[in-house]
C-alpha cells in the first residue's frame, strides 16, 4: 500500500458481483480464453543476434517488451466499447472533482429521459452506494463500484459492473467517475466520451489547474449556473481555459437544480443515442448478413454431400 | 496520483514477461513516460521498490526515461515542442494544437536473469 497516494484497485468491490472472468487479458494486454499459461506462444522478441543499443545492458538477458503500461485496462476497454457499439449503447464517463453535482445533474437528466430511452448507471465511490441509491429512487437501474482506496474507476470494473446490470439494447450509459480531477483522466473505460462536469463554484482557472482532464474529455458541463449571478466566475475565462487545453471542447452551461440550460445537454444526448442505435443496428444488420452467406455456403456444402452419397456425382 | 495501480501494472506486466522468458529475477526495468502524459515519474519511483518486493522484480533496478512533448500547431503548420499542455505555441502563442508525442506509458524493456 502506498501511503503517497493510498490507491489500490484489489480493494474495490462491486454491488452484487459474484464470479466473473469469462475472459481474460494478459498483463500485456493479450486477451486469451484459456487459462493454461505454459502453452502462450512467445510475444518476446531477444537481442540475441542484433547489437544491443541499451547502455548498460547485456545483450543476452535483455527482453524488449515495448508494451503501454495501461495495454490490460485497454484491452478491456476495448471488450466494454464493442458491447456498447454492438447494442447500440451510448456510454459516457462523467469525470470532476467531488461535489461538482455529477449526481444531481443524472437525477435530473434520467428523469427528463425517462421513457423515451432505457437508461441505466455505474456510480464509482470509495466508500458507499449513497450515489446509486439515489440513482435508483428514480427507477433507474444503477451499480456501486467501490473503489476502496483506490482513486479512479478501470476498464474492468466497468465489465463486471456491466455484467450486473446488462443494460438494454439502444441505451444510454451513464458512467460516474470517482471525484477526482486527476487519475481518471488516464483509464478508458470503453465511453464515447469522457464529459468533464466543472461547477461554477469552483473557480474558472480549475481547466488552466488540471489541463489532462479537461484535454481528455470532449464535453464540458459548467454547472449549477444558477449561482452565477451570486459569483465573481467568469464563464468566457473557463471556456478558453478548456479551450487552452484542448481546442475541440465543447462547453454547455446549465443547471441541475432549475433546468436551465439542459435542453441543449438532453438534445446533445438524444442526437448522440440516435446515432449509437443506427450504429448497432448497421452492425447487427452486417452480422445478419455474414450469418446469412455461412448458412447459404453450408447448405451448398450439405447437398454436394447428399448427391455424393447417392451417387449422383 | 494513479502511480500506485500503473506501478502495479507494469509489476503484473514485467513479472508476466520475465518468467514466459523463464527468468527468475529482473534485475533492472526500463520505462518511456511522455511528459504530457500526467505521470509523474518521482510517483512511480516510489511506489516501485513497494510493489515490486515478494515479486521476481524485488530490488530490480527502474530506469525512466522521459519523452519530450511534441505537438503540431495548426496556424504555424509546423511541429512544435511542447513542455505543458497549458503551454501556449512557442512560435504563434496559439493553443490550436494537436499532441502528438509526450503521451507515453510504456514498458521498454527489461534485462533478467
Known amino acids: 500500500m502506498c501511503a503517497l497516494c493510498g490507491c489500490d484497485n484489489r480493494e474495490a468491490k462491486i454491488e452484487g458481483a459474484g464470479k466473473y472472468m469469462h475472459f481474460h487479458v494478459h498483463a500485456d494486454g493479450m486477451a486469451h480464453s484459456h487459462s493454461d499459461d505454459a502453452n502462450h506462444h512467445g510475444h518476446d522478441l531477444h537481442y540475441g543476434l542484433g547489437p544491443a543499443h541499451a547502455p548498460g545492458m547485456s545483450q543476452a538477458r535483455m527482453v524488449r517488451v515495448e508494451q503501454d503500461i495501461l495495454a490490460k485496462n485497454d484491452a478491456y476497454a476495448a471488450t466494454n466499447r464493442n458491447y456498447f457499439r454492438e447494442h447500440g449503447i451510448f456510454a459516457l464517463n462523467l469525470v470532476s472533482s467531488p461535489g461538482s453535482g455529477k449526481t444531481s445533474l443524472l437525477v435530473r437528466t434520467i428523469d427528463a429521459l425517462q421513457g423515451r430511452y432505457p437508461i441505466c448507471v455505474i456510480e464509482g465511490d470509495q466508500q458507499t452506494s449513497r450515489d446509486a441509491d439515489r440513482i435508483r429512487a428514480t427507477g433507474a437501474p444503477a451499480i456501486q463500484i467501490n473503489t476502496g482506496r483506490g482513486c479512479h474507476l478501470d476498464a474492468l470494473m466497468v465489465g463486471h459492473a456491466l455484467e450486473q446490470l446488462r443494460p438494454e439494447e439502444n441505451s444510454l450509459m451513464l458512467i460516474e467517475n470517482v471525484g477526482n480531477l486527476v487519475c481518471p483522466a488516464s483509464f478508458d473505460l470503453g465511453e464515447a466520451h469522457k464529459v468533464a462536469v466543472l461547477s461554477v463554484t469552483e473557480g474558472e482557472d480549475k481547466p488552466l489547474k488540471y489541463p489532462d482532464m479537461f484535454a481528455a474529455a470532449d464535453l464540458m458541463l459548467l454547472n449549477k449556473s444558477d449561482l452565477l449571478a451570486h459569483l465573481d466566475f467568469d464563464v468566457a475565462f473557463a471556456i478558453d481555459a478548456a479551450r487552452q487545453a484542448n481546442p475541440g471542447i465543447r462547453t454547455i452551461v446549465l443547471s441541475a437544480r432549475t433546468g436551465e440550460g439542459m435542453d441543449e445537454w438532453l438534445d446533445w444526448l438524444d442526437a448522440q443515442l440516435g446515432i449509437a442505435a443506427l450504429r448497432g443496428a448497421e452492425i447487427a444488420e452486417s452480422r445478419i448478413a455474414a450469418f446469412g452467406a455461412e448458412i447459404r455456403a453450408l447448405e451448398a456444402l450439405l447437398a454436394a454431400g447428399n448427391r455424393l452419397a447417392l451417387g449422383q456425382v | ?113
Not at chain 2, 502524459?37 to 518521482?42: A, F, L, M, T, W
Not at chain 2, 511542447?82 to 521498454?108: F, H, I, N, T
Open chain 2, 1 to 113: 496520483m494513479h502511480e500506485m495501480s500503473l506501478t502495479e501494472s507494469v509489476i503484473e506486466l514485467v513479472e508476466y514477461r520475465a518468467r514466459r522468458n523463464g527468468s527468475q529475477r529482473i534485475k533492472t526495468v526500463r520505462l518511456e513516460i511522455g511528459k504530457l502524459s500526467g505521470v509523474e515519474p518521482d510517483a512511480i519511483r516510489f511506489c516501485f521498490d513497494a510493489i515490486a518486493s515478494g515479486t521476481l522484480a524485488e530490488g530490480a533496478a527502474l530506469d525512466i526515461i522521459e519523452q519530450d512533448g511534441l505537438a503540431w500547431c495548426f496556424d504555424c503548420s509546423q511541429p512544435t515542442p511542447l513542455a505543458s499542455r497549458s503551454d501556449p505555441c512557442p512560435e504563434c502563442g496559439g493553443y490550436r494544437m494537436r499532441l502528438d508525442e509526450g503521451l507515453a506509458m510504456r514498458v521498454k524493456e527489461l534485462e533478467v536473469e
